[in-house]
Every structure is written in structure tokens, then in C-alpha cells.
């Protein structure tokens, strides 16, 4: 079993930053890639970023790249999002979320441990 918890979210300005964290515990964290996804309201909860184990290899939908930066810091087992420019499109709930492998993935079904989530609200 991973457990992940996610912090970081908050209310923010159109054009503002928000940085998330993923703590993990549990299973030895490297062994698995990572990943973040969010839901908005009303809406099926879609893939943001990802990240393989070493960090070697990272992965973004399109709606965010060049704005959100993953990172992760194994030896302190957390997994981190960067969020600049951040626009009101963005708000949903985010999750942090551990695969099933070592390699990255875009697809839910692929991850086996999620967070419970931190809401993120960007105002316009």
C-alpha cells in the first residue's frame, strides 16, 4: 500500500502561482511513477502531469504545458506540481496518484494509489 496526501491548493488570482506538494508513505516510493490529475465539477477527472521514477522522464497534457512543472524528490518520498500563469480553467480538485509500474502513464486505470485531493480555485 502507497498513502499520498496532497497540500498546496488554494484560492488564487487569474495569472497567479500555486505550488503542490504529494507526500507519500507506505511501499518504497521510487519504485513507482507518479502522477497528477484533476476534476472539475461535473466533468470526468482528466490526466495533468506525470512523472517516471527516477524523474527522468516527464509527461503533460497539452492544456498545461509550459505552465506546470512536475518535479519529485525521492529521498524525501514527495512529488511536487508548479502551477504559473494559472488561468480560472484550471480550477478543479487535484490528485496525486501512483502507478502501478515504474514507467509514466496518461491513463487513470494505470494507477493504483490516489490522494484524497486539494482544491485549487482560480479567480478571474
Known amino acids: 500500500q502507497v498513502q499520498l496526501v496532497e497540500s498546496g491548493g488554494g484560492l488564487v488570482q487569474a495569472g497567479g502561482s500555486l505550488r503542490l506538494s504529494c507526500a507519500a508513505s507506505g511501499r518504497t516510493f521510487s519504485n513507482y511513477a507518479m502522477g497528477w490529475f484533476r476534476q472539475a465539477p461535473g466533468k470526468e477527472r482528466e490526466f495533468v502531469a506525470a512523472?517516471?521514477?527516477?524523474?527522468?522522464?516527464?509527461d503533460y497534457a497539452d492544456s498545461v504545458k509550459g505552465r506546470f512543472t512536475i518535479s519529485r524528490d525521492n529521498a524525501k518520498n514527495m512529488m511536487y506540481l508548479q502551477m504559473n500563469s494559472l488561468k480560472p480553467e484550471d480550477t478543479a480538485v487535484y490528485y496525486c496518484?501512483?502507478?502501478?509500474?515504474?514507467?509514466?502513464?496518461?491513463?487513470?486505470?494505470?494507477?493504483?494509489?490516489w490522494g484524497q485531493g486539494t482544491q485549487v480555485t482560480v479567480s478571474s
Open positions: 512523472i517516471s521514477w527516477s524523474g527522468g522522464s516527464t
Open positions: 496518484a501512483a502507478a502501478r509500474s515504474l514507467r509514466l502513464s496518461v491513463f487513470r486505470h494505470e494507477y493504483a494509489y
